[in-house]
């Protein structure tokens, strides 16, 4: 017969502060408090607290930045490659699959953050759609934006499993950025706002219909370049045979 385990102070603290985290919503790199607001909430000590963060950050929940604080890790307690996806040699069907995973589930998230999400949390995605046109006015590179914005979106739907799977999908916006040379750049900035207005407006079949519609753009968009891609290697191979013959 196996040994009880009966958890350590330090471990339950820890479990309380990740319940805390999904309760609150709290974003990927938000802050939490110090160790002295947390161990005053939480009525421990500051070394509970310590060893209670340590725990999270080895379980890739938290991370924490010497001199900075304590954040939320952009893992949201996941491995690197939690689904083995890094050893896929076909990096552009993988994206196509990947995005007809998010279409099954994205949509559904959209509408849930429509009836669930909270008043300041539909302020962040104001926010964020507001850095994503500043971001793309100025040329740079969005897609953390993009990323925390479907991140967020999952956040209000209050799912617990679709929370904890969305790091693994979001290497979707990590491996277009990668394989894709052309980025959708107004198009996304009017999607998100499609989706944003339709979350703060309650209106969840039309948050759905908004993700729907801009998740199969991405996907129509990275199909027609890899079309091209396939023409043009058609015809290098053509033209190097035709040479040879010569």
Do not use: W
Request: hydrophobic share 35%; net charge neutral; with cysteine.
């Amino acid at each position: 017969m196996g040994k009880i385990h009966f958890k350590s102070l330090p471990e339950r603290t820890a479990d309380v502060i990740s319940d805390m985290l999904y309760q609150k919503n709290y974003r990927i790199g938000a802050k939490l408090p110090n160790e002295i607001e947390l161990a005053a909430m939480l009525e421990v000590s500051r070394n509970t607290v310590r060893q209670a963060i340590k725990i999270l950050a080895d379980r890739n929940i938290l991370e924490v930045q010497r001199g900075a604080g304590t954040f939320v890790s952009s893992k949201l307690g996941m491995s690197d490659d939690p689904l083995g996806l890094s050893m896929v040699c076909d990096k552009n069907k993988l994206v196509r699959d990947l995005l007809d995973v998010r279409l099954l589930i994205e949509p559904r998230m959209a509408s849930l953050a429509a009836e669930n999400g909270t008043a300041d949390e539909i302020r962040r995605l104001r926010e964020n759609c507001e850095r994503l046109e500043e971001a793309c006015s100025r040329g740079e590179n969005y897609y953390e934006i993009d990323m925390e914005f479907h991140t967020a979106i999952a956040g209000c739907s209050r799912n617990l499993v679709v929370h904890s799977l969305f790091p693994a999908i979001c290497q979707t916006i990590i491996l277009q950025e990668n394989v894709t040379l052309d980025r959708l750049k107004e198009q996304t900035v009017r999607a998100h706002k499609r989706i944003y207005e339709a979350v703060a407006g309650r209106k969840g079949s039309e948050a759905y219909d908004a993700m729907t519609a801009h998740l199969i753009q991405n996907k129509e968009r990275i199909l027609r370049q890899q079309e091209l891609e396939q023409e043009t290697n058609q015809t290098n191979l053509s033209e190097k045979c035709r040479k040879r013959q010569k």
